[in-house]
């Protein structure tokens, strides 16, 4: 099976600044991929060259084409939602949704229809006349109709109250994902997505910091609170990251047998939130993982 | 070009209608009906000078005495010099509607969406200007051609009351099909005529960061006015190759009836047939131009430039 997104030394300079700096990266198919990073880490610009929307430096091929070259074919197989609120303000949803009908030959219907039922949009309404989060709704049922290879999802639920993000995301993993299919989402509210991610990526400064199945990350990541005698030698294991928490300190550790934790504490799994937070350092904490869900 | 081509253009122009229906689809409406409440007005403030409308009937009489020939002329350079309105205020939608066609998703970001589906760019583009040489000229004619009906029922109604047959009058020396057939390819003469024009509008909205329209109008202006001045302080001049005037020429030139070059004091010389209007025998002049090839070939380049553009086009 061909990797849906190949890149080799992926890059884009905007003036002095590298917004992607020889960025490696292989997602196969099946895959539901959390891009997580601080702000201005390189994530709208990596997801831009994925989707034949921004120029990069590098090898790239995203379901065997050239994004560069191809986008109006790979589009037949890549959907995407790059931001919010983008669908033209003019139009008409029932106008949209037979654009969308017309233009591209995977888009169903019943499907759109069957999404957007729960909601209150009306056929007849004009774009503008919509809510921000009632356009975003919009914007998910016609993505989420069409029969697509990869589906790009940039904060996809920015704006949405909780029970649609719960209903989202639910309907992403049981109706939407199969084998065939890749996701890869980007958002600040990891604590939303982490339960369906099989892999997971963080970037800064244009560079990949981790890229690892959730898998291989829950094998490799240990948090131990630790008894408050044995704080020391925990520190001498070489935690990655401390923390406080009501007076006890939390350490997480890479690579560390977790039998040999367990002597100094309670162990358990990083979320990913605390695993970013370790990795990509506490000053990057406001901006990176500011929302901690609602 | 196949059919798949066909179904997805048409889903693009169909597009540019929803998005402008006031410019499309309204506008020539909105010129019909002022039309008409103008000839009825008309009649109404005639009706103060003249309450029987004698005069009226006795200049319907003599048009009616006339050769076929010159009843024909009268009544095609009436209903032209109708269309010629139409024309007119079409060349100024086409114009601001191009600036604005691949700008304004840029502005919103739906430029986003668009890119989302599966058309490629220079479908886009193709879709812009199509809009501009077809369907708006299109959607203009059959607004013309209603009004055309609506005036000749007037007319009918008059000569009936004036005692006078409206189909030998009016409705035969009109000869509607020939007249809207040579209409609807004059329009698309002069579309193809206007073609660099139009590329250059379309391939400035497809770059410029703002104002579009400022910058498509105000780059020839400024080239215009600095050969202008290079002529003055040089004293080289070449009348009639300012840039400018150039392009004012070919705006106010081609097919359309007001359009007509009558060369001042030789007005003798002027031979009052159809041809004044517009015939077969002139499109196919303006088609024949070399006038026509140079402004194509400019055309193309320009299309190139929007589309080489468009495909780096995102948000910001």
Redesign the interface.
Known sequence: MNATIRARNLSRRFGQTRALDGVDLDIPSGRIVGLIGPNGAGKTTAL?AI?????YDGDLEVLGLDPSSS??????DV??I??V????????VK?IIQ??E????RFSREQCMFYLKNTKIKMDSKVKSLSKGMVVQL?LAL?MAIDAKLLVLDEPTLGLDIIFRKRFYSNLLNEYFDEERTIVITTHQVEEVEHILTDLIFIKDGKLILNSTMDDIHERYTECMVKPDQVEQARALKPLHERVLFGRHILLFDQVESARLRELGEVHKPSVADLFVALMGDDEEQSGIGENAA | MNAHWIKTLWALMRRELWESPVAFKWTPIGIGIFLIFLSVITLIIYTQFDASLSSLFDGLRMLAERSVEERSLAVTAGLFSVATIFFQLMLLIILFYLSGSLYDDRKDRSILFWKSLPVSDSMTVASKLLTACLLVPGMFLFAIVLTHLVLLLFATVLSLLAGLNPITTFWLPASLPRLWTVMALGLIVQALWLLPVYAWITFCSSWAPRLPILIAFGIPAGIALVQHSWSLATSFSLPGTNIGWIILQRLGSGVLPSNIDIEFGNTNDIDFNEDLFMSFGNLLDVLLDPAMGIGLAIAAVFIAGAIWFRRRATDN
């Open positions: 831009k989707l034949g929307l921004g120029r986008r109006d074919r790979l589009m037949e959907c995407f790059a931001d609120a983008v669908l033209p303000r003019w139009a008409r106008h654009l969308t017309e233009l591209h030959p914007h993505v």
